[in-house]
């Protein structure tokens, strides 16, 4: 994704040229199909690129019309204040039993959940970085033996994974929430359930915070 930003902003192409097929741009950037897709859906989130009205294709978006907050897709089923309400109530709990019950391997999977975590924010790897955010907190979802809780996840990973993306795209301190997360892990490995239920409660509300909502709107 990186490449396929840098070269938008190269104004290459300039502000409402259609971008070339994807066919093409897979072979220019030398990524997969699949990648380029997965780049290019992000991009559209963030507002730096739209839908040609034919829904066919993608022009590059002027700057000036760009939201300053990246729109929210799944609106209109799911209000963005309660998927975070939900992550809240859900992911603490989660978090809290993982303390109790992970595996010394567990804990060495979460701290390389981290490092490519941070290694994404530093490089402002925003695809990667999204992902590297849902890996981890899926992963706690894991440890917490809660089966039922795993498949909750797992059923809405698209909207949590979108959810994760709105954070990247405000641009701000990456490394703050890789901070975080050091935080939860710290509690989850020393065994310390009201720790991990406190710092993932804690990260959840600065995650929604740099989503753009008012605490007020979460627990």
Known sequence: MA????????GKPQPGDALPPQRDLARTLNVSRATLREALSILATLGEIVAK????????????DMPATPPWRFGARYPLAE????????ESYAAELAAISHTADE??????????????????DLMAYAQADFDFHHLVMSISR???LVDMHQTFASVLLESQRLIAGRRGNL?????????IL??????????????????????????????????
């Open 3 to 10: 490449a396929l930003r840098s070269m938008i902003g190269d």
């Open 175 to 183: 490394l703050m929430a890789v901070q975080e997360h050091d935080h």
């Open 186 to 219: 710290q509690a989850i490995a020393m065994r310390d359930p009201d720790g991990a239920r406190y710092y993932m409660r804690k990260h959840l509300s600065m995650a929604a915070s740099r989503a753009g909502l008012p605490f007020s709107e979460v627990p």
């Open 83 to 90: 998927v975070y309400q939900f992550r809240y109530v859900v």
């Open 107 to 124: 804990i060495e999977a979460l701290r390389a959940t981290i490092a490519v975590f941070r290694k994404a924010a530093s490089a402002e």
């Open 53 to 64: 009205d034919n829904g066919r294709g993608f022009l590059c978006a002027d700057p000036a």
């Open 146 to 148: 809660n089966k039922l």
